[in-house]
């Protein structure tokens, strides 16, 4: 594919609603990355797919937020019971092995919970 | 929650002039470096890294300097362009069995035409 590509690329949502942000990675890419961006501040990490596997999801703020992988290639982050807190931009990225590669990531998802 | 970051350390440059970001990294143990350039409205894109056996890095108008000693990282920018303008993040590999990257707060620069 071109690249990374991610949506919806706006989403509003009212608090307490659930959202569901979809990834599409560079086909044959293994990891695939979900990072938090908070305004003026740098992408801070989620959680980590290796092909189907979650490897890594010690970046998830609380039980709410969910991500899977199940076929290895497009990702689904859904966030449950939207707060305020929540309202950031979310990025994907995806390399194509665990180790060593550069990280393409997508234009990301902004979401602002009223 | 705390606030910090809604104001980001920005650098103006006069177009043609060369420009330098510095960052400053908190593990250690890291051996890998990444420099990123966001733009408005973006995701992150690669500019340039480094591994920790080397002092120094060139690219295509480019150049990272990596100081272990203090823990310091810069980016040159040569002849800087505005289409240069953007934040730019310094980050560095968690030390897990996958590249897991930390970033830093960045840097927004701004060139004056």
């Known amino acids: 594919g071109a690249g990374v590509s991610q949506s919806p690329r706006y989403k509003v949502a009212k608090r307490g609603q659930d959202v569901a942000l979809r990834c599409d990675p560079i086909?044959?890419?293994?990891?695939l990355f979900w990072y938090q961006q908070a305004l003026g501040q740098g992408p801070e990490f989620l959680t980590y797919f290796q092909n189907e596997a979650q490897l890594d999801k010690s970046g998830l703020p609380s039980d709410r937020f969910f991500a899977e992988r199940p076929e290895g290639s497009v990702s689904t982050l859904k966030i449950q019971r939207t707060q305020q807190e929540d309202s950031a931009v979310y990025l994907c990225?995806?390399?194509?092995?665990?180790?060593?590669?550069?990280?393409?990531f997508g234009p990301g998802t902004r979401l602002l919970v009223l | 929650g705390e606030s910090v970051g809604l104001h980001l350390p920005t650098l103006s440059v006069q177009e043609g002039d060369n420009s330098i970001i510095n960052c400053a990294y908190s593990n250690s143990a890291s051996d890998y470096f990444i420099w990123y350039k966001q733009e408005s409205g973006k995701g992150p894109q690669f500019i340039i890294d480094?591994?920790?056996?080397?002092d120094k890095r060139q690219g295509q108008r480019v150049t990272v300097l990596l100081n272990k000693t203090v823990k310091h990282l810069s980016l040159q920018i040569a002849a800087t362009q505005p289409g240069d303008s953007a934040v730019y993040f310094c980050?560095?590999?968690?030390?897990?069995?996958?590249?897991?990257?930390?970033f830093g707060p960045g840097t927004s620069l701004s060139v004056i035409p």
């Open positions: 086909s044959g890419h293994v990891s």
């Open positions: 980050a560095e590999n968690g030390k897990t069995s996958y590249d897991k990257v930390i």
């Open positions: 480094i591994r920790s056996n080397m």
């Open positions: 990225a995806s390399s194509l092995t665990p180790a060593g590669e550069t990280q393409y």
